[in-house]
């Protein structure tokens, strides 16, 4: 079966720029997607396709995916970025496939 | 405005059933596919069921196949999910969510979630 993994935690200073990394065997061959997720909140995609940004989602937010890893990166981090974070995969043998989750605080 | 409301959840002892619901609206329901997610107490993300627009596609997590069945019905712009069987591991917060139809189109949409608690 298909695994993804990521960082327990990413810590990032106010302003600076946080990446989350979303490891999977050849991952680079699929499309990547990366929710956020805040306290008793539903999920929310920020990132599909790899890099692509839904409407609404800031352009600090991108995606890239290459090889054995995807990374998301937030620029310019605000506080109400803290949130976990999840990313997705399509697997032909395991149907959808999350990350553990990543957990980003902003100092 | 696209909306997913689940409803359902509830106590249910070990062994016993239980019935989700997932009411659209917003969007043209029966273009789209539709999926169940669920997220343990402080735990992560978990695939449950994916079922195409015209039900003619329906997948399943290993952990509940055989347990749970997903259905939708367009003309009630609803999804289901039927949970027997049920395991104090299926305790969770049960999301639906929406996806376009076609391969590895993401969750663009999701409910508050229903609560699932299994327990005796």
């Known amino acids: 079966s298909y695994e993804l993994t990521q960082p327990l935690s990413v810590s990032v200073a106010l302003g600076q720029t946080a990446r989350i990394t979303c490891g999977g065997n050849?991952?680079?061959?699929?499309?990547v997607h990366w929710y956020q997720q805040k306290p008793g909140q539903a999920p929310v995609l920020v990132i599909y396709?790899?890099?692509n940004r839904p409407s609404g989602i800031p352009e600090r937010f991108s995606g890239s995916n290459s090889g054995n890893t995807a990374t998301l990166t937030i620029s310019r981090a605000q506080a109400g970025d803290e949130a976990d974070y999840y990313c997705?995969?399509?697997?032909?043998?395991?149907?959808?496939?999350f990350g553990g989750g990543t957990k980003l605080t902003v100092l | 405005e696209v909306q997913l409301v689940e409803s359902g959840g509830g106590l249910v002892k070990p062994g016993g059933s239980l019935r989700l619901s997932c009411a659209a609206s917003?969007?043209?329901?029966?273009?789209?596919?539709m999926n169940w997610v669920r997220q343990a107490p402080g735990k992560g993300l978990e695939w449950v069921s994916s079922?195409?627009?015209?039900?003619?596609?329906?997948y399943y997590a290993d952990s509940v196949k055989g347990r749970f069945t997903i259905s939708r019905d367009n003309a009630k712009n609803s999804l289901y999910l039927q949970m027997n069987s049920l395991r104090a591991e299926d305790t969770a917060v049960y999301y639906c969510?929406?996806?376009?139809?076609?391969?590895?189109?993401?969750?663009?949409?999701w409910g508050q979630g229903t609560l699932v608690t299994v327990s005796s």
């Open positions: 969510a929406r996806a376009m139809e076609y391969s590895s189109s993401p969750f663009d949409y």
């Open positions: 917003g969007f043209t329901f029966s273009s789209y596919s």
């Open positions: 079922i195409s627009s015209s039900s003619s596609y329906i």
């Open positions: 050849n991952i680079g061959s699929k499309n």
């Open positions: 396709r790899d890099s």
């Open positions: 997705q995969v399509w697997d032909s043998s395991t149907n959808w496939v």
